[in-house]
């Protein structure tokens, strides 16, 4: 765990959060500033900061985010009504927090993504 990556606190319980699934690989808590009905975050407990940190090693894992946000989007209701699963990387797409994550947004129409 980074001491001081705001996700990494999530997951060791030292930060409070409204957690939905946890498993061996990964954790998942609701947005605290949500932008949908449904927004949830679903983060690798391992401590990569963006998408670019993944590598050849992390095939199972990556598999295994599909999988659970699948199961989780569908846990809420929204498998047949839609979803979106979003990931920003880098300064230009807006990421703030520097742990890799997962936005589950949905629960409302939520519009064109590309203009
Ligand atoms: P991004 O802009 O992709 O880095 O998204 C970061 C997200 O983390 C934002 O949607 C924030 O609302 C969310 N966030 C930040 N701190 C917390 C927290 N302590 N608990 C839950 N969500 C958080
Ligand atoms: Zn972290």
Known sequence: MLEECIFCRIIAGKIPADVVYADDQVFAFKDINPAAPV??????REHLATFNDF???HKELIGHIALVLKKIAADQGLAEKGYRVLVNC??????VVYHLHYHLLGGRPLGALLP
């Open 39 to 44: 927004h949830i975050l679903l983060i690798p």
């Open 90 to 95: 880098g300064p230009e797409s807006g990421q």
């Open 55 to 57: 590598e050849p090693r």
